[in-house]
């Protein structure tokens, strides 16, 4: 497997620009996943990587050899595509071979790397039959070797779980992540499912209108979102948003907003000190809210839209100010349309943005 640099990357459709100077650096084994919603440019940026598309200006590298000018077939990259590209007349065991017998290679040794692709992703029962007799996450694996008998120095993949049901979804990324796992291997995965990239990446590129927005772990992009798009884009249910104006008040800073209040702790409020205007964004996850029926310290009210039970949480929809938060509450809790509550901030899990600049604005 290989690593692969990203360097400062522009796809340009005459005046229209897909990918805006784009930089990241794929680790010798690490799994990545772009995401983003249609149109940011992450099929784009992958096309880009496997020479379907020519780079406009920057500069690709795999395994430290530059790849702008090489013709796809010559980059040492497979992939794999969001409608599987199997051959309808051939059987299983003829699509895996496929690749390799276009590429003139001796048929024991073909044989002998359909054999070991099949035991890998448990389809050897499968080679004799073809696609049409093939469920959907059978299609997928068998798609799936066909990339691995070529033995690629990256896998790209494209949206591959997309035409799956749910249930199957969730069995193929836990498949797909212990397929990374047992090969080490190089891959990019392409999918405008954030839940998927949390699940199976080590690392995520938030995309949006052709810029990178940020690049980091699952984890940090969760905990440490870099600006408000990526804030509203990462975790399900999307991260609460609520415009607030900050004001200082003795040495304190109050957030205020259409028929509320609330005090800043002193993390956040130098925050929004920091802050290039007086104008801030407060941004909270559903699970560092909480609901009370009564007014208590550092609550804000809210009024109830609608509930949403899901079995072992509920989501309860509140309208502050014209805003709708989403909290998650225990399904004991009753709670009823247009019911008054009060709704408390963990500070700790605050974050604050610069509603000028947009970006999060970090402690300290």
């Known amino acids: 497997?290989?690593?692969?640099?990203?360097?400062?990357?522009?796809?340009?459709?005459?005046?229209?620009?897909?990918?805006?100077?784009?930089?990241?650096?794929?680790?010798?084994g690490e799994f990545v996943a772009l995401v983003g919603p249609s149109g940011c440019g992450k099929t784009t940026t992958l096309n880009l990587i496997a020479g379907l598309l020519d780079i406009t200006s920057g500069e690709i590298n795999v395994g430290g050899r530059r790849i702008n000018d090489l013709d796809p077939k010559d980059r040492d990259i497979a992939m794999v595509f969001q409608n599987y590209a199997l051959y309808p007349n051939k059987t299983v065991k003829q699509n895996l071979g496929f690749p390799l017998k276009m590429r003139k290679v001796p048929k024991p040794e073909i044989e002998k790397k359909v054999s070991e692709a099949a035991k890998l992703l448990d389809i050897t029962h499968l080679l004799d039959r073809?696609?049409?007799?093939?469920?959907?996450?059978?299609?997928?694996?068998?798609?799936?070797?066909?990339?691995?008998?070529?033995?690629?120095?990256?896998?790209?993949?494209?949206?591959?779980?997309?035409?799956?049901?749910?249930?199957?979804?969730?069995?193929?990324?836990?498949?797909?992540?212990?397929?990374?796992?047992?090969?080490?291997?190089?891959?990019?995965?392409?999918?405008?499912?954030?839940?998927?990239?949390?699940?199976?990446?080590?690392?995520?590129?938030?995309?949006?209108?052709?810029s990178l927005q940020q690049y980091d772990s699952p984890e940090r992009v969760f905990e440490e979102p870099a600006n408000l798009f990526v804030a509203g884009f990462v975790g399900s249910p999307?991260?609460?948003?609520?415009?607030?104006?900050?004001?200082?008040?003795?040495?304190?800073?109050?957030?205020?907003?259409?028929?509320?209040?609330?005090?800043?702790?002193?993390?956040?409020?130098?925050?929004?000190?920091?802050?290039?205007?007086d104008k801030i964004i407060l941004g909270a996850r559903h699970s560092s809210l909480s609901l009370h029926d009564g007014e208590k310290p550092g609550s804000i009210p809210a009024r109830i839209y609608t509930v949403e039970p899901t079995g072992d949480l509920t989501y309860a929809h509140?309208?502050?100010?014209?805003?709708?938060?989403?909290?998650?509450?225990?399904?004991?809790?009753?709670?009823?349309?247009?019911?008054?509550?009060?709704?408390?901030?963990?500070?700790?899990?605050?974050?604050v943005f610069d509603a000028e600049t947009e970006q999060r604005i970090p402690p300290g």
């Open 238 to 277: 999307a991260m609460n948003l609520l415009p607030a104006l900050a004001t200082e008040r003795d040495g304190r800073v109050v957030a205020t907003g259409d028929g509320w209040e609330l005090e800043l702790a002193p993390r956040n409020a130098a925050c929004a000190r920091a802050s290039s205007t």
């Open 1 to 28: 497997m290989a690593q692969v640099d990203f360097r400062n990357v522009v796809k340009n459709y005459g005046a229209f620009k897909a990918v805006k100077d784009v930089s990241f650096e794929v680790g010798d």
């Open 130 to 210: 073809r696609p049409r007799e093939l469920s959907g996450g059978q299609q997928q694996r068998v798609a799936l070797g066909r990339a691995l008998v070529r033995d690629p120095q990256v896998f790209l993949m494209d949206e591959p779980l997309s035409n799956l049901d749910a249930k199957l979804r969730v069995q193929m990324r836990a498949e797909l992540k212990r397929f990374h796992q047992d090969l080490n291997a190089t891959i990019i995965y392409v999918t405008h499912d954030q839940l998927e990239a949390m699940t199976m990446a080590d690392k995520m590129a938030v995309m949006s209108g052709g």
């Open 318 to 351: 509140a309208n502050i100010g014209g805003k709708t938060f989403v909290i998650s509450t225990d399904p004991q809790h009753r709670l009823n349309a247009d019911q008054q509550v009060w709704i408390g901030f963990d500070q700790e899990r605050l974050h």
